[in-house]
């Protein structure tokens, strides 16, 4: 198993352009949560979910979204970026209680 | 609203020293705390929860609901030690885990 996968690992956007971030989660696992990571900060919890529907979101705006596909895979999309959207996006599966965090997607904005 | 703080940025430590990294939270209800670690190069992983009561890699920690503090202890530190720490935590009810931002422990030789 090889955990969860994000991709991609990095990329560079531009000021009013569009993101959209991939994760796998870990084997048996169906719901994912994404958080953003800024630097020298701890995960904010942007949203998560299951069954294909949103659960919980956390203190994000509205540009912030997501999806989970029927294989619980997901993705997360952001519009309109903005410098301060630069960060590093973490997804997680969770079982029991515990997170399981990929290596995470790290977008720069321009 | 729910908050987890962690009131040190970087904590120092000799090797073979005790350890303490502090974490407090403010909320009324019952929470689940947990401790997760993120080594160099490696992913953010689950250290050890409150309600498992497990000493991980010499690592404890107790939940003081008194003191609202869950503060993560080991009594002699070893260098592979080093790592960032983040304090977390669930309220009951609910299923999103909050996290503090976090303590680099560096372990000095």
């Known amino acids: 198993d090889a955990g969860v996968t994000q991709s991609p690992t990095h990329l560079i956007k531009t000021r009013g352009q569009q993101v959209t971030l991939r994760c796998s989660p870990k084997?048996?696992?169906?719901?994912v949560s994404w958080y953003q990571q800024a630097l020298g900060q701890g995960p904010q919890f942007i949203f998560q979910y299951y069954e294909e529907e949103e659960r919980q979101r956390g203190n994000f705006p509205d540009r912030f979204s997501g999806h989970q596909f029927p294989n619980y895979s997901s993705e997360l999309n952001v519009n309109a970026l903005l410098l301060g959207d630069s960060a590093l996006y973490l997804c997680a599966s969770s079982s029991l209680g515990e997170l399981f965090f990929g290596e995470g997607s790290r977008l720069t904005v321009l | 609203a729910q908050r987890v703080t962690q009131p040190e940025k970087l904590l120092s430590v000799f090797k073979g020293a005790p350890v303490e990294l502090k974490c407090n939270y403010s909320y009324s209800g019952s929470p689940e705390l947990f401790w997760y670690v993120q080594y160099s190069r490696q992913r953010l992983q689950l250290l050890l929860r409150?309600?498992s009561r497990e000493s991980i890699k010499g690592f404890t920690a107790d939940l003081n609901k008194g003191e609202t503090s869950f503060h993560l202890k080991k009594p002699f530190a070893q260098e592979e030690d080093s790592a960032m720490y983040y304090c977390?935590?669930?309220?009951?009810?609910?299923?999103?885990?909050?996290f503090g931002k976090g303590t680099r422990l560096h372990i000095l030789p």
């Open positions: 977390a935590l669930r309220w009951d009810g609910d299923d999103k885990i909050i």
């Open positions: 409150h309600i």
């Open positions: 084997s048996g696992h169906d719901t």
